[in-house]
Structure formats: structure tokens, C-alpha cells
């Protein structure tokens, strides 16, 4: 059984940096975040880890989880959601209380992702792989990445509704020339490229499957770790359904990405499996030829299962809010490259 968080009008949400915070030349993008929460009716409490950064991260591990399981803990707080993500977060996962984690939801993506799945691997509690904060301090957002608030308000047994984005990002705003940045006025992504998901086989897809995923970098060395027990989730909370996999690259070359997989199924995780969603990267850089089409190829003979990619997930936006735990229906048209994603909070 997955336990599902209910987020509520005006709650509290705690930010915490249990990765990477924000250097001094930053700290405007986040408090313009945190304007933007407040002005859409919610509290908001920050850690002050959130203001720190020194040598690839906010803060002593120590420093981290403590303000992380103050923040899980207390009642007020109603979400959890992290500026953005980072490097070390692996750091923290053995100092975590997880009894005593309160329901509510932890939203975030890239090494976020790592506390995601620790977190429902080992306690049973959905958590939301999506956008960060500081992405979300436009007053003018995208109609894919404003699902989250849609998808951390629907109550247990209700039906999260997501569609594939019109167009996504390839570059980001700091990258452009300044007459182009601009044009955007105070929009935070620039979206300009028709989204276009594939099949492996071609053909139109349907999948069916209790979520899990994340960033394939980060998620892949909880393998052999107490919060890695896919195994022991699956039949203590899903027993004998099939799961099916989101995973988004964000520096991996094709062939890490082949061994990473490997890895994964040699370790079991891939038990059971109806299915596998890549996102887009901008990373699947090819090694003597070998593309990263040639890993997806690769697994989904492997495992037998049909493999969707360049869906929206991951580091180039916008991205799904993709619920670790729930239980998922995808349709997917190859005609239009477009895809309908059903999330049942069951």
C-alpha cells in the first residue's frame, strides 16, 4: 500500500537544501521564489542551508539532515521542496529518521531524485519527482510544469491527468545573448523546440505500472544500500505489480548509461518490469557509435518491454510530475509523438 500526502491551500513549505544551496550572487533568484510561493497563498519557512554553499554543497552532512528532519517532522510544514538540486546528496540518506517522517510531500528533481526514492523505497510514502523552487519564481509558467500544484492537491484515490509538452528547452536563458533573454520578459524557461516522444518499436504504446525512478546518475548508487531494497518495496507495498521506470540522464555518456542499466538489472531492480521512460538529455553522448538509441534498443530486447524516451523529465524542461509510487497508464501516439499520462493515487 502507498500512502499518499494531500497537499493544502496556504500550507507551510519548508525549503531546505539537503544538496546544494544557493551562492550570494544567487540568493535573488530564490527570494524571488519564495515571493512568488507566498503570493500563491502559501507560507513559506527556509532553512539556512538554502543561503550556503562550500565545496559541492549547502553544508556538512550533519547540518543537512538535521535541518531536513526538523523540517520532516514538524506538523506545520506541509511540503518539503529543495531550491534546486546538486552533487552530494548521498551524503545525508544514513542520517535521515525515516519513522518519522510526517505525510507530506517532498518535490524536486536531479539529485533530489535520490531522497525521492530512498524515501518511498523505504517508508511506503509517495514523494513527487518534478520542478524545483527556484524554477517556479516566474509569475509566467508553462502549462506542463504547473501541474505540480494540480497533482499535490488531488486526494488519495483520485486521477492525476498530464499530457506531453508543446515545445521544450534546449538551452537556458543564462545561455542566450542578452537582446534574447530579453524577449522572454520573466518567463524562466525558454522553450523552443517541438517536443517529440519515440518509441523503441515505432508504434503507438500503452504502459501500465506503479512508478519509480529519477535521475539515473544519482538513483543508481543506492544499488547495494539499505535504501535500494526494490525488492523488499515491492512486496511489502505492491505486491505482485509490475513497476514501471522513469529515469532521466543528466551527465552520463551513452555506454555509463548502458553499464548503469546493467547494473540496475543485474541487481534485480528491473523485476517485474512493464515498461521503461527515458527523458530528454542533453548529455547520451555517443562512444565509438554506440548512441544512446542503441541503449534503449538494447534494453528494451533485454527486458522484453516497451521503452518510450525523450519524454518530459529531467534537466532539459519542461517536465511531468511524475509520483513515485503511484500507479500510472500511459498512452502514447506514434503518429503524433504525443503521449497521455494517468496517474491514480491508489
Given at each position: 500500500?502507498?500512502?499518499?500526502?494531500?497537499?493544502?491551500?496556504?500550507?507551510?513549505?519548508?525549503?531546505?537544501?539537503?544538496?546544494?544551496?544557493?551562492?550570494?550572487?544567487?540568493?535573488?533568484?530564490?527570494?524571488?521564489?519564495?515571493?512568488?510561493?507566498?503570493?500563491?497563498?502559501?507560507?513559506?519557512?527556509?532553512?539556512?542551508?538554502?543561503?550556503?554553499?562550500?565545496?559541492?554543497?549547502?553544508?556538512?552532512?550533519?547540518?543537512?539532515?538535521?535541518?531536513?528532519?526538523?523540517?520532516?517532522?514538524?506538523?506545520?510544514?506541509?511540503?518539503?521542496?529543495?531550491?534546486?538540486?546538486?552533487?552530494?546528496?548521498?551524503?545525508?540518506?544514513?542520517?535521515?529518521?525515516?519513522?518519522?517522517?510526517?505525510?507530506?510531500?517532498?518535490?524536486?528533481?536531479?539529485?533530489?531524485?535520490?531522497?525521492?526514492?530512498?524515501?518511498?523505497?523505504?517508508?511506503?510514502?509517495?514523494?513527487?519527482?518534478?520542478?524545483?523552487?527556484?524554477?517556479?519564481?516566474?509569475?509566467?509558467?508553462?502549462?506542463?510544469?504547473?501541474?505540480?500544484?494540480?497533482?499535490?492537491?488531488?486526494?488519495?484515490?483520485?486521477?492525476?491527468?498530464?499530457?506531453?509538452?508543446?515545445?521544450?528547452?534546449?538551452?537556458?536563458?543564462?545561455?542566450?545573448?542578452?537582446?534574447?533573454?530579453?524577449?522572454?520578459?520573466?518567463?524562466?524557461?525558454?522553450?523552443?523546440?517541438?517536443?517529440?516522444?519515440?518509441?523503441?518499436?515505432?508504434?503507438?504504446?500503452?504502459?501500465?505500472?506503479?512508478l519509480l525512478g529519477g535521475c539515473i546518475d544519482v538513483i543508481r548508487?543506492?544499488?547495494?544500500?539499505?535504501?535500494?531494497?526494490?525488492?523488499?518495496?515491492?512486496?511489502?507495498?505492491?505486491?505482485?505489480?509490475?513497476?514501471?521506470?522513469?529515469?532521466?540522464?543528466?551527465?552520463?555518456?551513452?555506454?555509463?548509461?548502458?553499464?548503469?542499466?546493467?547494473?540496475?538489472?543485474?541487481?534485480?531492480?528491473?523485476?517485474?518490469?512493464?515498461?521503461?521512460?527515458?527523458?530528454?538529455?542533453?548529455?547520451?553522448?555517443?562512444?565509438?557509435?554506440?548512441?544512446?538509441?542503441?541503449?534503449?534498443?538494447?534494453?528494451?530486447?533485454?527486458?522484453?518491454?516497451?521503452?518510450?524516451?525523450?519524454?518530459?523529465?529531467?534537466?532539459?524542461?519542461?517536465?511531468?510530475?511524475?509520483?513515485?509510487?503511484?500507479?500510472?497508464?500511459?498512452?502514447?501516439?506514434?503518429?503524433?509523438?504525443?503521449?497521455?499520462?494517468?496517474?491514480?493515487?491508489?
Amino acid at each position: 500500500m502507498i500512502r499518499y500526502p494531500l497537499l493544502q491551500e496556504g500550507t507551510t513549505i519548508g525549503v531546505t537544501a539537503p544538496s546544494s544551496g544557493l551562492e550570494p550572487e544567487l540568493h535573488e533568484l530564490l527570494k524571488q521564489a519564495i515571493r512568488r510561493m507566498e503570493e500563491e497563498g502559501f507560507e513559506v519557512s527556509c532553512g539556512d542551508t538554502v543561503w550556503m554553499q562550500h565545496k559541492a554543497k549547502s553544508a556538512p552532512a550533519d547540518h543537512r539532515a538535521e535541518e531536513l528532519n526538523r523540517m520532516l517532522q514538524d506538523d506545520h510544514i506541509g511540503m518539503i521542496l529543495p531550491p534546486w538540486g546538486g552533487e552530494l546528496l548521498i551524503e545525508v540518506l544514513e542520517h535521515i529518521d525515516y519513522g518519522g517522517i510526517g505525510e507530506k510531500w517532498i518535490l524536486g528533481y536531479s539529485d533530489i531524485s535520490l531522497l525521492l526514492l530512498a524515501v518511498t523505497l523505504k517508508t511506503g510514502l509517495a514523494t513527487a519527482h518534478g520542478t524545483n523552487l527556484v524554477d517556479l519564481r516566474s509569475g509566467t509558467i508553462d502549462e506542463t510544469t504547473v501541474k505540480w500544484r494540480d497533482a499535490l492537491t488531488t486526494p488519495a484515490g483520485g486521477v492525476v491527468e498530464q499530457y506531453s509538452s508543446v515545445r521544450y528547452q534546449t538551452r537556458w536563458k543564462h545561455e542566450l545573448e542578452e537582446d534574447q533573454q530579453a524577449e522572454l520578459d520573466n518567463r524562466v524557461f525558454n522553450l523552443t523546440e517541438p517536443t517529440v516522444w519515440k518509441s523503441v518499436s515505432g508504434n503507438d504504446v500503452g504502459l501500465k505500472g506503479r512508478l519509480l525512478g529519477g535521475c539515473i546518475d544519482v538513483i543508481r548508487h543506492l544499488i547495494g544500500t539499505p535504501y535500494g531494497d526494490v525488492q523488499r518495496f515491492r512486496k511489502t507495498h505492491i505486491p505482485d505489480e509490475p513497476v514501471l521506470w522513469f529515469l532521466e540522464n543528466c551527465e552520463l555518456n551513452a555506454a555509463d548509461l548502458r553499464r548503469s542499466l546493467v547494473q540496475m538489472k543485474l541487481a534485480g531492480w528491473f523485476e517485474n518490469c512493464s515498461g521503461l521512460l527515458f527523458g530528454r538529455s542533453a548529455a547520451n553522448t555517443a562512444v565509438s557509435g554506440y548512441t544512446a538509441e542503441d541503449v534503449y534498443r538494447d534494453i528494451a530486447g533485454e527486458l522484453r518491454v516497451p521503452v518510450l524516451y525523450d519524454i518530459d523529465c529531467g534537466h532539459m524542461p519542461p517536465q511531468l510530475t511524475l509520483i513515485n509510487g503511484a500507479l500510472a497508464q500511459v498512452e502514447f501516439s506514434a503518429e503524433k509523438g504525443k503521449a497521455v499520462v494517468r496517474q491514480q493515487l491508489v
